[in-house]
T-cell receptor, first 113, second 111 residues
Framework: DAMVIQNPRYQVTQFGKPVTLSCSQTLNHNVMYWYQQKSSQAPKLLFHYYDKDFNNEADTPDNFQSRRPNTSFCFLDIRSPGLGDAAMYLC????????????FGPGTRLTVL | SQQGEEDPQALSIQEGENATMNCSYKTSINNLQWYRQNSGRGLVHLILIRSNEREKHSGRLRVTLDTSKKSSSLLITASRAADTASYFCATSATGGFKTIFGAGTRLFVKA
């Protein structure tokens, strides 16, 4: 089945220790998104890729970076995680003409000790 | 500021009852979507309604959109325990990639 896969599902890191979350998709969608969702809150868009074109939201902290080496994979790098970065990180994809229908992965829950 | 506001924040009903959730937004939209999120999981797209549509159905789901009031409602008929989840509305503007989610309604359906 076509899907969006996120690894790992749970990630524990230490304060200030870099961490990378990964996302892959078999849907062959042009657009990939990273969202941050804190407990009981709305998902908040961090950035998106349209093919290799990277778009950062204005309020996304510099601590967060992303890479998209090919259509299938996208990575979220948190350079120096703080306690406030503990959250669920959701990867999503869509076709370029169907931004309103996004397909989400199961998420990675990040804990910062 | 957050685009979508949802109401109620939480809703508890008996199995078989209908559940209605409301969403309001602030700016012009191209479309409005509803997503479901089971606890600790990713979101699942339920239904999309375009700005020129007023009502849409999908199975037990009925969505309405009133662009003059900048509001939408999601009705789930004959609810089941498996419908227990958080429901989010989301809006997208024309020509952009940004989707803004509301804070969500937590629905609990008691068997």
């Amino acid at each position: 089945d076509a899907m969006v896969i996120q690894n790992p599902r749970y990630q524990v890191t230490q304060f200030g220790k870099p961490v990378t979350l990964s996302c892959s998709q078999t849907l062959n969608h042009n657009v990939m998104y990273w969202y941050q969702q804190k407990s009981s809150q709305a998902p908040k868009l961090l950035f998106h890729y349209y093919d290799k074109d990277f778009n950062n939201e204005a309020d996304t902290p510099d601590n967060f970076q992303s890479r998209r080496p090919n259509t299938s994979f996208c990575f979220l790098d948190i350079r120096s995680p703080g306690l406030g970065d503990a959250a669920m990180y959701l990867c999503a994809t869509s076709r370029v003409g169907a931004v309103g229908e996004q397909f989400f992965g199961p998420g990675t829950r990040l804990t910062v000790l | 500021s957050q685009q979508g506001e949802e109401d109620p924040q939480a809703l508890s009903i008996q199995e078989g009852e209908n559940a209605t959730m409301n969403c309001s937004y602030k700016t012009s939209i191209n479309n409005l979507q509803w997503y479901r999120q089971n606890s600790g999981r990713g979101l699942v797209h339920l239904i999309l309604i375009r700005s020129n549509e007023r009502e849409k159905h999908s199975g037990r789901l009925r969505v309405t959109l009133d662009t003059s009031k900048k509001s939408s409602s999601l009705l789930i008929t004959a609810s089941r325990a498996a419908d227990t989840a958080s429901y989010f509305c989301a809006t997208s503007a024309t020509g952009g990639f940004k989707t803004i989610f509301g804070a969500g309604t937590r629905l609990f359906v008691k068997a």
